[in-house]
């Protein structure tokens, strides 16, 4: 099984480039669930780095700020890197190691049949 938001069980965030990164939010957030970084403010070493989240649809006026602090971003339970489907999240039920896509090798069966014997145990034999 191939984990569909990588092998780390947090989110990873490079502060240089997240202003205009996206997010999706596990739980519905003011009646949004897509939302994009817009701006960042304090510092990883204070430990009082905060994101603010606008949600993605809609006239600017009328957008949705939040302020997510990193330990919250970074947190698959609440938050997920890009834009996913509810499908997607539904399926993972919000854990960071069940998030999970079948692996295309051996088809979700956790065994590769060998080339030379088809996974019948034995070769030379047909």
């Known amino acids: ?18 202003v205009g990164s996206r997010w999706t939010s596990v739980d519905i957030r003011c009646g949004h669930r ?29 957008r949705v700020h939040l302020w997510i602090s990193e330990d919250e971003i970074r947190d698959k339970g609440e ?16 854990g960071p190691l069940i998030d999970a896509k079948v692996c295309f090798r051996c088809k979700g069966e956790c065994v590769i049949k060998c080339v030379e014997c088809d996974g019948m145990g034995k070769t030379g034999y047909h």
């Open 34 to 62: 897509h939302y994009v970084v817009s701006e960042v403010k304090g510092s990883r070493k204070k430990k009082n780095l905060e994101l603010r989240m606008s949600n993605s649809c809609g006239p600017e006026e009328k």
């Open 1 to 18: 099984v191939i984990r569909a938001t990588g092998h780390r069980k947090r989110n990873a965030l490079v502060v240089n480039r997240a």
């Open 79 to 94: 938050w997920r890197m890009g834009w996913v489907t509810l499908e997607e999240i539904l399926q993972a039920d919000k």
